[in-house]
Each structure stands twice: as structure tokens, then as C-alpha cells.
């Protein structure tokens, strides 16, 4: 009561100011103005007390900065990428990797310095120059070990439009990997292709134009020496021809590479037929061509003319190269590997070729021995041809030998 009576004291004086104005002016009694000034008081002390807001200050303290959403993004950003891909920082440390770079990289792990990591004279010498400059930069890394292999790499700083560059503590960089060793290979290939074909053709030419000008000069009127040159002549000009002929057929065969066969093959009968083809050549190498295959017809989806190629090719490399043997041994099997059904196997019981040579010779030109094959009348693209037509049939290949144990090949056909 008293509180609530001190709290309207300027209500109260002013109440009092009134009556004493009215007992002196208006004659007002002085026992009625007091019992009404008690009264007054009295109603005032039953007034409801007024709600009293209080107001406090408060110091506001600075929000922490937020990272920009982009930053949360960079890992997946990273990772999304199908190439290498690496983010450092200003030290070169790696913040981040995605898959391609822990596979290919396994080295290159977060927290690590890259510079350190692989001692590479570019990689330190672009890194400085981008995080100088702020600009890109790409070089060609080539490494022997633990396999030949050829990279570009671009090191690129990550701007952000709310930063200075220069002046960013938290500069970072993005490395990317981009393999470029199938192009070199590619080009490699096709390098030594076009070497090895001018030197195959160049070689029966210059003996060609040799033995006219010979022929067209001191041995003019020499009918011995004709009759002998000119067949030299006619067996150079079938070597240039049959390697004309390669060269034309896997030109096709490439060209075609895409488009699988529709057509039916009997296997059984295209072995028979292409045994029959070469008993001339099996006889004048006192080989024994040996058929092993069910009595039943054995189709296969594929371009007969290209498959007779195959097994024509394999057939005719037993007999040139394994007449030690004395036998050849062709077996025809159902198998089940993968979708693959049909197997055939070429074996010869030759001197075998040594394990360094076996996954090069399917390449174009390789020989194993050069003069050999010459004298053999081989191209050196026999088993190019093979392999590419038994991919553009959707099959495999396999080559197996040893020194002393001949030679076994094995095609394997949906």
C-alpha cells in the first residue's frame, strides 16, 4: 500500500494543492476538505499498480564468419571429376583428392606435400608461378616407373569473386591429371607402322630396280644371268605383293572393327576346308595336320571369309614355324567362360619362343627373328590380322609357349 502510495506522490501533492485552494478561496471547510482529501487518498491507493517496462542494453558480439557454400561444395565438386584431381593450398599441402587420384596416386594423401611427394622440376616450377602470377599453368609429365606413362598437367588457381588473390591467406590451387598414354601409344604405333611398311616395301624395290638395271646393262646378253635375276625379281615382286595384300585386309578389317558379323558359320566344316587348303604346304614340311572336333555341325555367328582368314593364318604359322614337330594338332570344344562358348586351339610341337616375346606378337611387323620370317615369306602381320578380326567377332586370344615346348594358340568365340 505504502509503495503503491509513494509511487503516485506527485498525484497526491498535486490533490492536496487543489484543496487547500478551495478552504482558502472557496471557503471550503476544513473538516470536509480534509475528510475528502483522505477519501481521494484512499481511491488513488486502490488504482491498479502501472506496468513498468524495463529496458536493458544489450551488447551485441560479432557473428563468427560463415565459409561460402562453394567451399562446401569443392570436395564433391572434386570428386565429380573423371580425371586426377587434387586442391592445395598456399603451401602446396593436398586439402583435398577424388577417387581417380587416391587410384592412380595412392601416395598423394591429404595433408601431404605435393612438391615432396613426387620431386618433379615442372610441377615445383608451375606451383610457384601460379600462386606468383595467379594464373594457370600446364606442363607434360612423363614417368618410366612403376610403367611408361605420359600426363598434363594444369595447375589453376581457384578465384573467388569476393577475394583479392594477392592478398588471400587461403589461396588454393587445383591440379588436374589428364593422361595422354594412350595417344602417345597410338602415335607411336602409327609412327613405326608407317617406318616398318616404307622399309618392307623399300627393301624388295631397291633389289627390284637392282637387278633391271643390271638386266638393262652388263647382264644384257647374259641368258644365265637373266633367266636368274628375273627369278629373283618375280620372288621379291610376290613378297611386295603379299604384303600389299596384309596391308590392305587390315585396313579393312579396322575399318569394320565396329560392326559386328551377322552371318552363320559352320566351324567343323570351315577347319576341314581350310586343312584341305594347306596340304601342299603340310606335305613340304612333312607336318601332319591333326583335326580333333565333334561329328556335328558347330555354328557360330561370324564372317566366314575373315574366319577362314584366322584359322589360315594360325594353321600356316604351325607349319612354317614348328616343322620340328612333325604334327600340328587343330581341337575344336564347347567351353564356357563368359559368354564365350567355342574354343579352338592350334598347337605345334616347334623349338616354342622365348615369354618376353609372346604379349608382343600380335603387334604389326613384330618378328622374333626377321631373317627367318623372310626367308619364311612372312609379313609380320599375320597375327595382327588375327587378333583384330577375332575382336570385331567379340572373342579373345590367348598365345602360350615355352622354349622347348612349342607353341599353343587358343580362340575363343561366342
Not at 86 to 101: I, M, T
Not at 248 to 263: A, D, K, N
Not at 292 to 312: C, K, N, S
Amino acid at each position: 500500500m505504502l509503495s503503491r502510495l509513494a509511487g503516485q506522490a506527485p498525484l497526491l501533492l498535486g490533490l492536496a494543492g487543489l484543496i487547500a485552494g478551495f478552504v482558502a478561496i472557496g471557503g471550503l471547510r476544513i473538516d470536509v476538505a480534509l475528510l475528502g482529501y483522505l477519501v481521494l487518498v484512499g481511491f488513488v491507493a486502490l488504482l491498479p499498480q502501472p506496468v513498468v517496462t524495463l529496458t536493458r542494453t544489450v551488447e551485441v558480439q560479432p557473428v563468427a564468419s560463415v565459409a561460402p557454400a562453394g567451399d562446401d561444395m569443392l570436395p564433391a565438386f572434386v570428386e565429380a571429376l573423371g580425371d586426377p584431381c587434387l586442391v592445395l593450398d598456399s603451401r602446396a599441402e593436398v586439402l583435398h583428392r577424388n577417387g581417380a587420384a587416391a587410384r592412380q596416386y595412392p601416395s598423394l594423401q591429404p595433408g601431404r606435400v605435393l612438391t615432396l611427394v613426387m620431386r618433379n622440376p615442372d610441377m615445383v616450377a608451375s606451383i610457384e608461378a601460379s600462386l606468383r602470377t595467379g594464373e594457370a599453368r600446364s606442363f607434360e609429365l612423363h614417368e618410366t616407373l612403376p610403367s611408361e606413362t605420359w600426363d598434363r598437367i594444369v595447375v589453376a588457381p581457384l578465384r573467388r569473386p569476393d577475394r583479392d588473390w594477392f592478398a588471400d591467406e587461403n589461396r588454393q590451387l587445383l591440379v588436374t591429371f589428364q593422361s595422354l598414354t594412350e595417344l602417345k601409344r597410338v602415335d607411336a604405333l602409327r609412327t613405326d607402322f608407317i617406318a616398318n611398311a616404307s622399309h618392307e616395301l623399300r627393301t624388295p624395290l631397291a633389289s627390284l630396280v637392282g637387278f633391271i638395271d643390271t638386266l638393262l646393262g652388263p647382264a644384257a646378253r647374259d641368258a644365265e644371268a637373266r633367266e636368274k635375276f628375273l627369278g629373283i625379281m618375280r620372288t621379291q615382286a610376290d613378297r611386295m605383293s603379299r604384303l600389299i595384300d596384309d596391308l590392305l585386309s587390315l585396313s579393312r578389317i579396322e575399318m569394320h572393327q565396329h560392326v559386328r558379323p551377322t552371318g552363320s558359320v559352320d566351324l567343323s566344316a570351315l577347319l576341314r576346308e581350310v586343312r584341305e587348303g594347306l596340304q601342299t604346304q603340310a606335305k613340304a614340311a612333312d607336318i601332319q595336320v591333326v583335326l580333333t572336333m565333334p561329328q556335328a555341325p558347330v555354328t557360330v555367328t561370324g564372317d566366314r571369309g575373315q574366319l577362314y582368314e584366322v584359322f589360315e593364318n594360325l594353321i600356316d604359322n604351325a607349319i612354317k614355324y614348328g616343322a620340328d614337330g612333325k604334327s600340328v594338332e587343330v581341337t575344336l570344344v564347347q567351353v564356357d567362360r563368359s559368354g564365350l562358348r567355342h574354343m579352338v586351339s592350334v598347337v605345334d610341337h616347334g623349338p616354342g619362343v622365348e615369354p618376353e616375346h609372346v604379349p608382343r606378337m600380335t603387334e604389326r611387323f613384330y618378328r622374333i627373328d626377321a631373317e627367318v620370317s623372310r626367308k619364311k615369306k612372312g609379313t609380320g602381320l599375320g597375327l595382327a590380322i588375327v587378333k583384330h578380326i577375332i575382336q570385331r567377332h567379340r572373342g579373345q586370344m590367348s598365345i602360350k609357349s615355352k622354349p622347348g615346348e612349342g607353341l599353343r594358340v587358343e580362340v575363343l568365340l561366342p
